[in-house]
Structure formats: structure tokens, C-alpha cells
């Protein structure tokens, strides 16, 4: 039985004896048992590298900006409009949510979080 | 016993996280294989490690929203290159939900855990920890790959 990139389930559970250290706390052995991740980092790890060297100029240009006080790029707000510039496929779904959220910042996405746990309660029946 | 391996990988992520973009790039492009591998086990352990520690074991898809959209929009160029799903996915993923990996790609996996990584590490000061604790269980990881 593979999965959809071909990866055999039967690796996953071979690699599952992966337990932790022990005393560490629940978030902490989790974040240890990212068995399904550290498989896919191994078995695509050029790939991955790859990437990395493209991520790391992007983060270049951003930091070579415009940097901000802080040596840090742009303040949130003046770079949130350029945030969302490229269309969205189908994730996990919440793109929508996020496009609004970028380009009105770290207000609006308070404020949609809030939203989207309080208000409809609210206005439910 | 010390991989030389996941040293030059750890290294290499060090720079990346501390901001020495030329010598990270000069780090990265000198990684040959082995340590190429080393590096993508250290880049998803040092993320998935980072990411629990930024959202812990109560977060929300809100929350994961917010923290991605501000990271995007905070470091624009670098959002471009990830798309915003991608990004949450391997947040989720690194919390729990496995599956939400299948559909990346190695190119999609390594370039939004990198900016995620990046991006969570930038209010943490403890990235020599956090790297130490990544190095240590990729020279785990990778050994109990080699005897298999």
C-alpha cells in the first residue's frame, strides 16, 4: 500500500519505533515523532536542499530591502499589501481567510479571528 | 560520536537563522550529498521542534492563519515562494496531521518548512538550542537509518 507520493506505509511503520526522549513533554514527543516527516526529508533531501538555497536568497532580498529599525525588512504594514499577489489552489481551506487576511494585516486577521470563534456563535439561532 | 555530516548541516541552518545569508550561502552550496541529506533531516526536525514550541498543544487553525499571513506579509519576497497553504500545511503537519504532506512536493516541503523555520525562529533567541536538539536526533535518526 503506498501513499500518494509512493512512499510505503510499511516504511512509516517500520520507522514508527521512534519514542522520544524520555521526560519530555507531550509537545516535545510529538514534535520527536514526526516519523512521516523525517521520512519524507530523507527521501526527498535534495529536493529540500534545493530549496532551502532558493528560500534563503528570497530571505536575502527581503532582509537587503528596505530593513526597518529593528535590522528587520518592512514593518508589517507597509508590506502587507504585497503579501498575497499569486492565485491560491485549493489547500487546506482556508486560503480565502488568508487573502483577506494579508492585505488588511495584522488587524484584520485579529479581528476575523475573532470572527470567525465568537461572532457566528453569536448570531446562530 | 559526531556526524560530520549533520555538523556542517547544522552549520549551514545556523547561519541561515542567525541571519549570515552569505555565509550561509556559501555553506549551503558547498554540502555534498550525505550532508545534503543531514540538512533536510536537521531542517524537519529543527522545524517541526520549532513549530510545537510556537503553538504547543493548544493551537487553533486561527492562530496558525494569523502567525502565516503576518509572515508573508512581513517578509514578502520570501512569501512569495511559499504559497500560504503550503506553509500551514507543514505547520499542521509538524502538530499532528501527517497527511497534510502527502500532497508536497520535496521542493514545496523544503522551501515552506524553511521560511516557517526562519519565520518562528525570529523571536527566539535559542536558536543554538534549538539546533543542538535538531542536530542530536538527526545524527539519531540517520543512524538508525544506516544500520536498517
Known amino acids: 500500500v503506498t501513499n500518494g507520493n509512493g512512499r510505503t506505509w510499511q516504511m512509516l511503520r517500520d520507522l514508527s519505533s521512534w519514542h522520544g526522549r524520555p521526560g519530555t513533554s507531550p509537545g516535545q514527543e510529538r514534535a520527536e515523532l514526526g516519523t512521516a516527516q523525517r521520512l519524507q526529508a530523507f527521501e526527498d533531501a535534495d529536493d529540500i536542499s534545493d530549496a532551502a538555497g532558493h528560500i534563503g536568497e528570497a530571505i536575502d532580498a527581503d532582509l537587503r530591502g528596505t530593513p526597518g529599525p529593528s535590522g528587520h525588512p518592512r514593518s508589517y504594514h507597509a508590506t502587507a499589501s504585497t503579501a498575497h499577489d499569486h492565485p491560491q489552489p485549493p489547500g487546506p481551506g482556508v486560503s480565502d481567510t488568508i487573502g483577506s487576511i494579508a492585505v488588511t494585516g495584522v488587524a484584520a486577521a485579529a479581528a476575523i479571528r475573532y470572527a470567525l470563534s465568537g461572532r457566528r456563535k453569536e448570531h446562530q439561532p | ?148
Open chain 2, 1 to 148: 560520536v559526531t556526524n560530520p555530516d549533520v555538523t556542517s548541516a547544522a552549520a549551514a541552518l545556523r547561519a541561515l537563522l542567525t541571519e549570515d545569508l552569505d555565509t550561509y550561502r556559501r555553506l549551503h552550496a558547498g554540502l555534498g550529498a550525505g550532508q545534503r541529506r543531514a540538512f533536510a533531516v536537521a531542517l524537519t526536525i529543527a522545524f517541526n521542534e520549532a513549530a510545537v514550541r510556537q503553538f504547543g498543544d493548544d493551537h487553533t487553525p486561527a492562530s496558525i492563519i494569523e502567525f502565516v499571513a503576518g509572515a508573508r506579509a512581513r517578509y514578502p519576497r520570501t512569501g512569495e515562494a511559499v504559497p500560504a497553504e503550503d506553509a500551514e500545511a507543514v505547520i499542521r503537519a509538524a502538530l499532528g496531521e501527517d497527511d497534510l504532506i502527502d500532497r508536497l512536493d520535496g521542493h514545496a516541503y523544503g522551501a515552506a518548512q524553511t521560511a516557517m523555520l526562519f519565520a518562528l525562529t525570529r523571536e527566539d533567541n535559542d536558536v543554538d538550542a534549538l539546533l543542538a536538539s535538531a542536530a542530536a536526533q538527526a545524527e539519531d535518526y540517520l543512524q538508525r537509518r544506516a544500520r536498517r
